[in-house]
């Protein structure tokens, strides 16, 4: 009997929080069964399904936490609030996928790995931190923080000053067996939760987690090319990538192939911080032997696996 197709599935951290008035752990819960909902239709026509996400609005929520309580515990490091989002959100996810299966009589389990991702040390992000977490400061708490913990921090578009920190490219999975044995084993994977969490060896080779965050799709899309997964799904705000987005000739795009995506990316057709990190990964997967990518909207998975929607990336 062939194996089943492997599919990796993206679903943005941001797609779990509706709107401002949306953001409660219950509203997170119900995102999350909408969204589980559309992937276990995938599940049912017989694909293998890991899940990655984002985490984003949640570690933020968290350092927020943490900021409000410095005064009576202490600082929450930012790979451990990478480590406890993986366990919260995969909690959610699985939940929701074990009363999904339920309702369907499905007889099928998720399982969330707690995912370590490796990265360089001499990655050049650690010299040059670019991406922004945490809540906006005055110039003055920001100094001070600069001056005590040794943050590196910006001024952020008029709106206050925040803290960056590396955004390093994600080297490997450091629990690629151990979600790949869960697969073959018949289990629905969640991993690699807010792009894994960013850990370094030491010059004894053992791990230690860093002050990081990886970018959710390119670390899926490593997962997708170390496991090779038929497909690579990501699953965001919009039906169908468009070129020339929300310009009077915008144009959707059904089907692009490897060399059309290196083409637009360099044209800059892709926002950056949004849809262009999505066609990097993309085009990292297909370079790295991928077989297919699609990216569309979590109700429209199925009609796009149908060939429907969506826009389908291919060599």
Same mark, same amino acid.
Request: hydrophobic letters at 45%; a negative charge; one cysteine or more.
């Given at each position: 009997?062939?194996? +089943?197709?492997?599919?990796?599935?993206?679903?943005?951290?941001?797609?779990?929080?509706?709107?401002? $008035?949306?953001?409660?752990?219950?509203?997170?819960?119900?995102?999350?069964?909408? $969204?589980?909902?559309?992937?276990?239709?995938?599940?049912?026509?017989?694909?293998?399904?890991?899940?990655?996400?984002?985490?984003?609005?949640?570690?933020?929520?968290?350092?927020?936490? $943490?900021?409000?309580?410095?005064?009576?515990?202490?600082?929450?490091?930012?790979?451990?609030?990478?480590?406890?989002?993986?366990?919260?959100?995969?909690?959610?996810?699985?939940?929701?996928?074990?009363?999904?299966?339920?309702?369907?009589?499905?007889?099928?389990?998720?399982?969330?790995?707690?995912?370590?991702?490796?990265?360089?040390?001499?990655?050049?992000?650690?010299?040059?931190?670019?991406?922004?977490?945490?809540?906006?400061?005055?110039?003055?708490?920001?100094?001070?923080?600069?001056? +005590?913990?040794?943050?590196?921090?910006?001024?952020?578009?008029?709106?206050?000053?925040?803290?960056?920190?590396?955004?390093?490219?994600?080297?490997?999975?450091?629990?690629?067996?151990?979600?790949?044995?869960?697969?073959?084993?018949?289990?629905?994977?969640?991993?690699?939760?807010?792009?894994?969490?960013?850990?370094?060896?030491?010059?004894?080779?053992?791990?230690?987690?860093?002050?990081?965050?990886?970018?959710?799709?390119?670390?899926?899309?490593?997962?997708?090319?170390?496991?090779?997964?038929?497909?690579?799904?990501?699953?965001?705000?919009?039906?169908?990538?468009?070129?020339?987005?929300? +310009?009077?000739?915008?144009?959707?795009?059904?089907?692009?192939?490897?060399?059309?995506?290196?083409?637009?990316?360099?044209?800059?057709?892709?926002?950056?911080?949004?849809?262009?990190?999505?066609?990097?990964?993309?085009?990292?997967?297909?370079?790295?032997?991928? +077989?297919?990518?699609?990216?569309?909207?979590?109700?429209?998975?199925?009609?796009?696996?149908?060939?429907?929607?969506?826009?389908?990336?291919?060599?």
């Amino acid at each position: 009997m062939p194996s +089943k197709k492997v599919a990796v599935v993206a679903v943005g951290g941001n797609s779990l929080i509706k709107d401002k $008035s949306h953001q409660t752990v219950p509203d997170q819960y119900a995102a999350s069964a909408e $969204s589980m909902a559309h992937i276990a239709d995938m599940i049912e026509a017989d694909w293998d399904v890991v899940i990655t996400h984002g985490n984003g609005p949640q570690v933020g929520f968290i350092l927020r936490r $943490s900021e409000l309580a410095l005064h009576e515990l202490h600082p929450v490091p930012l790979d451990y609030c990478g480590a406890d989002t993986q366990g919260a959100i995969g909690y959610m996810f699985q939940q929701a996928l074990y009363n999904e299966f339920r309702q369907r009589g499905m007889d099928k389990q998720a399982a969330t790995v707690v995912t370590q991702v490796l990265v360089d040390s001499k990655d050049p992000a650690f010299v040059h931190p670019t991406k922004p977490i945490g809540s906006f400061m005055d110039e003055s708490a920001a100094v001070k923080h600069r001056d +005590k913990e040794g943050w590196s921090v910006v001024e952020d578009a008029g709106r206050g000053w925040r803290r960056v920190v590396p955004s390093p490219i994600p080297v490997r999975i450091v629990q690629r067996d151990a979600i790949l044995a869960l697969i073959k084993a018949g289990f629905v994977v969640i991993g690699v939760g807010g792009g894994g969490i960013p850990v370094v060896e030491d010059e004894k080779g053992n791990l230690i987690g860093v002050e990081a965050v990886i970018d959710k799709d390119f670390a899926s899309a490593l997962l997708a090319s170390s496991i090779q997964a038929d497909l690579f799904l990501i699953s965001t705000a919009i039906e169908k990538v468009a070129l020339n987005f929300n +310009k009077p000739d915008q144009s959707w795009l059904d089907r692009v192939t490897l060399v059309e995506a290196k083409r637009y990316l360099v044209e800059g057709h892709f926002a950056k911080g949004s849809m262009e990190p999505k066609v990097q990964a993309i085009i990292g997967y297909l370079e790295d032997g991928g +077989k297919q990518a699609i990216v569309t909207t979590p109700e429209n998975i199925g009609r796009a696996l149908a060939g429907e929607t969506g826009t389908h990336f291919v060599p």
